[in-house]
């Protein structure tokens, strides 16, 4: 999947998950490397899915494991983060730009792909 073109059907493929576009979101908003926990608590933040009550520890683990293990490998083998595992560490690169476009469209529809701020 690594190149200079993403089609269609990686795309589609790549903002399947919530939790992945939420990911996505932040890194392309922030433009800087992230840790896992800081992208699993984004996630709980951002997504309305997740009771809005405190989230539980369990939550958190929960989500940072299917980042680990599911959503970053996937982002990275696309060529859109750089994945130091034993750091824990997603670092966004020139990729992420490639499927921004795609991101906006989908968050046109998403609430919490906006920043916090914008909501």
């Not at 919530?18 to 992208?39: F, H, M």
């Not at 599911?70 to 595992?85: I, N, R, S, W, Y």
């Amino acid at each position: 999947m690594v190149g200079t073109h993403l089609d269609a059907d990686t795309v589609i493929d790549l903002c399947r998950d919530k939790d992945r576009r939420i990911v996505l979101a932040v890194l392309a908003d922030r433009g800087q490397p992230e840790t896992l926990d800081a992208l699993a608590e984004a996630v709980v933040e951002r997504n309305d899915d997740i009771i809005a009550t405190e989230p539980s520890d369990e939550t958190v683990t929960r989500i940072k494991t299917s980042l680990y293990h599911c959503h970053v490998p996937k982002l990275a083998e696309a060529g859109l983060v750089t994945f130091d595992a034993d750091r824990e560490l997603v670092e966004p690169n020139e990729g992420i730009e490639r499927i921004e476009p795609h991101l906006a469209s989908v968050a046109s529809f998403e609430r919490e792909l906006s920043t916090p701020d914008s909501q």
